[in-house]
Nanobody, 126 residues
Framework: QAHLVETGGGSVQSGGSLRLSCDAS????????MGWFRQVPGKEREGVAA??????YYVDSVKGRFTNSEDNVKKTLYLEMNNLSPEDTAMYYC?????????????????????WGQGTLVIVPS
């Protein structure tokens, strides 16, 4: 049974916006910290953003364009992505980890007790 389910991916023109959602009812507002990763085929997964009870962290490449938020009622994590470019094309994954938070989660990736969603594909054609 998947505990992290991403939706909201799709194809959008350069400069456009998308909002990704992650059903994270098992993890939100628990002892787990949450985040987003992305992967381009043939390349390693890259940490993008993380959130811990309202505190956020972003890598420089998305800072000012992406916004990470959480809805405790809906138990959903969101990644609002604006001003998208072809370089943002990737599979996006929602992640959870019990010990790594914010910058540490983005830099080191989830540890052995962490969890990954199945991913949602974002395409920004060049």
């Amino acid at each position: 049974q998947a505990h992290l389910v991403e939706t909201g991916g799709g194809s959008v023109q350069s400069g456009g916006s998308l909002r990704l959602s992650c059903d994270a009812s098992k993890y939100l507002y628990s002892r787990y910290c949450m985040g987003w990763f992305r992967q381009v085929p043939g390349k390693e997964r890259e940490g993008v953003a993380a959130i811990d009870r309202g505190t956020t962290y972003y890598v420089d490449s998305v800072k000012g364009r992406f916004t990470n938020s959480e809805d405790n009622v809906k138990k959903t994590l969101y990644l609002e992505m604006n001003n998208l470019s072809p370089e943002d094309t990737a599979m996006y994954y929602c992640v959870a980890d019990p010990g790594r938070c914010l910058r540490e989660l983005v830099i080191l990736s989830p540890g052995p007790d962490g969890d990954w969603g199945q991913g949602t594909l974002v395409i920004v054609p060049s």
